[in-house]
């Protein structure tokens, strides 16, 4: 089985850091989390941006509940698409496949995955701060 999707390994790396730092327990659930909020703020985080861009702060304020209710609907799908799609099985696929990754591609990757997960997080930060 060959993986076809970027987040596959976005999922597995998380997935796996978890369930060796956790013997197992709730590296599948935090893996799929991490993909399910990385899409999630990767979609958010350009609307967020041109809405500042095209509205300002009094004219966003009445609508700030119903836009919260499409970030919190967008999460929700991405999570319950990514708790079907990866599960246990489809971990230990990956896991097989990537099990002779050589350890400067598997560093490379792991920072690759470290900025995937973390900066749509910090551009979110900073720009509620900032907007």
Same mark, same amino acid.
């Not at 230990?92 to 995955?113: A, F, H, S």
């Not at 995937?116 to 551009?123: E, R, S, T, Y």
């Given at each position: $089985? ?35 909020? #990385?899409?999630?703020? #990767?979609? %958010? ?10 509205? /300002?702060?009094? &004219?966003? $304020? ?13 999460? #929700?799908?991405?999570? %319950?698409? /990514?708790? %079907? ?6 971990? &230990? ?7 002779? &990754?050589?350890? /400067?591609?598997?560093? /490379? ?23």
């Amino acid at each position: $089985m060959k993986p076809k999707f970027f987040f596959d390994y976005v999922f597995y790396r998380v997935a796996d850091l978890y369930m060796r730092w956790k013997y197992g327990g709730g590296g599948i659930d935090t893996g799929v989390i991490s993909v399910a909020g #990385t899409q999630s703020l #990767t979609l %958010i985080i350009p609307m967020v941006v041109l809405s500042r861009i095209l509205f /300002n702060r009094q &004219e966003m $304020m009445p609508y700030s509940k119903v836009i919260a209710g499409v970030g919190v609907g967008l999460f #929700t799908i991405f999570y %319950i698409w /990514n708790t %079907i799609r990866y599960n246990r099985d489809r971990y &230990e696929l990956l896991k097989e496949y990537w099990k002779d &990754e050589p350890i /400067n591609q598997r560093r /490379n990757r792991g920072m690759m995955v470290v900025v995937v997960v973390f900066f749509p997080i910090l551009l979110f930060l900073l720009g509620g701060y900032y907007f």
